[in-house]
């Protein structure tokens, strides 16, 4: 049986990769709902009522509060993967001791 310690990093990168790309893409997309808002006519507010405004701007304020509460959350995730990731040197060592394990299997 062969161990690749590479094979081991390069899927470690790829999720790190596939999750950054979807964070940006998130960012992205909230970019775009940005420009959307500016671009919004501020004329409509004004035929709006004042009690849908409120409602509104309570909506608005629940969907922000949850959107940065999962932000919170990819960012907590993504640091602890990043701080409990293996290096490299430990990534030797347990080449060298599955090496050795295989070794001992044999005597």
Do not use: G, W
């Not at 990043?82 to 299997?105: G, N």
């Amino acid at each position: 049986m062969n161990y690749q310690p590479n094979l081991v990093m390069q899927k470690i990168t790829e999720k790190y990769f596939e999750e950054e790309k979807a964070l940006e893409e998130k960012l992205r997309e909230c970019d775009r709902l940005h420009e959307k808002l500016k671009s919004m006519d501020t004329k409509n507010l004004s035929d709006l009522s004042l009690s849908a405004l409120q409602a509104k701007r309570e909506n608005s304020r629940i969907r922000n509060e949850q959107f940065i509460q999962d932000l919170i959350k990819v960012k907590a995730i993504l640091r602890t993967q990043s701080a409990y990731s293996p290096t490299q040197k430990q990534f030797q060592q347990l080449l060298a001791d599955y090496y050795s394990y295989l070794q001992d299997e044999d005597n």
